[in-house]
């Protein structure tokens, strides 16, 4: 059977029949064929990103079961001191990429956003990957202006592209419970095809391991899939493995197994075969020694030196703020792949 699902992967004709046969296979010919199919699609190397990460604030009149970022702390940086981060980040590491997100704050609208990346432009020569589709939304209702108005603005200010955060599960019934009042999954979709349509691109991420199941994840997948193939403005995949720890949905699920990580990421390798070719294993959410593992299960890609992380930490992460590029090199060396640097949008560089 699995002889077949490689040729099919590589033939994009992959089906959700098909995916759902997946979970019954033997696991370890899932994440072989998984692997070739990696090997055949982007070769051996193993990618990262010199980046960090700056969450401007927790305040939030979201209501995320999730979270355990939300109004933890009570802070909310000024321009000049996320300029101060932003610079930190270019002297101290060299990063080629600042990721900006925040908390949905009442009183900021679209001018706001813009005058952040304004002020960054202004400053540094960096990429600017920032704003999840919820911050999209949000900040053209405050400001009663229209999605396509608030990603023109954003991109002539200077973002160049954006995280596919906000994502969770794309299925109403499962938000209904876990994030009630976050965008639709219709109005996710719109945010990020409108986006690509403008030329920015995005991520796309799933956080699983909750109250989902694996239908769930693979309507999700299958979402994230048929985008790609209508607007090719995806840049990577990235799974997001759920933090149980800090959060109301703390005691309704202790989170999905390694295995089941590792199945995520191998069925996503198979069901994108070559529409979407970057994976990315989190080793944040992961740990150093699952992400190598998950480089032998179709992932690709380690993610970034993230430098700060917040969001991961307070819901219970032990993995870490920070990885250096060379401990990345060396943690992807060990686990037998050839460690190259990339931005973005997944250029080599050097």
């Known amino acids: 059977m699995l002889k077949d699902i490689y040729a099919k992967s590589l033939a994009g004709e992959i089906t959700k029949r098909d995916a759902a046969g997946l979970l019954k296979a033997d696991p370890f010919e899932l994440f072989a064929t998984a692997d070739r199919l990696r090997e055949e699609i982007v070769g051996d190397t193993a990618t990262y990103v010199v980046n960090r990460n700056i969450n401007f604030t ?33 002297e101290k590491i060299g990063a080629t990429e600042v990721c900006i997100q925040g908390g949905l704050l009442p009183d900021m609208g679209l001018p706001d956003y813009v005058k952040m990346i304004k002020a960054i432009k202004a400053k540094y020569d960096i990429h600017t990957h920032a704003f999840s589709p919820m911050e999209v939304y949000h900040m053209s209702r405050v400001s009663g202006v229209p999605v396509e108005e608030s990603l023109r603005q954003l991109k002539a200010a200077g973002l160049d592209s954006m995280p596919g955060t906000a994502a969770e599960i794309l299925v109403d019934e499962v938000r209904g419970q876990i994030c009630p009042d976050k965008l639709k999954t219709a109005e996710w979709v719109d945010v990020v095809t409108k986006a690509h349509r403008a030329g920015i691109p995005t991520t796309a991420t799933i956080m699983y391991g909750h109250v989902e199941t694996w239908k769930h994840r693979l309507d999700h997948i299958f979402i994230v899939r048929d985008i790609q193939r209508k607007t090719h403005g995806i840049t990577e995949f990235v799974p997001l493995t759920f933090m149980y720890q800090n959060n109301e949905l703390t005691g309704k699920s202790m989170g999905a197994s390694g295995l089941d990580d590792l199945r995520l990421y191998a069925i996503a390798r198979i069901v994108f075969g070559r529409d979407l070719p970057n994976v990315q294993a989190s080793w944040v959410k992961l740990g150093v020694k699952l992400a190598q593992v998950a480089l032998w299960c179709g992932a690709n890609d380690l993610g970034g030196t993230i430098m700060e992380e917040n969001i991961s930490k307070s819901a219970g992460a032990t993995s870490g703020e920070y990885l250096s590029a060379q401990a990345l090199r060396r943690i992807i060396r060990d686990a037998g792949r050839v460690p190259r640097q990339r931005d973005t949008l997944y250029r080599l560089v050097g």
């Open 58 to 90: 927790d305040l939030c009149i979201g209501t995320c079961r999730f979270c355990s970022f939300r109004n933890s702390v009570g802070f909310r940086l000024t321009i000049p001191e996320i300029l101060r981060k932003v610079g930190e980040a270019k």
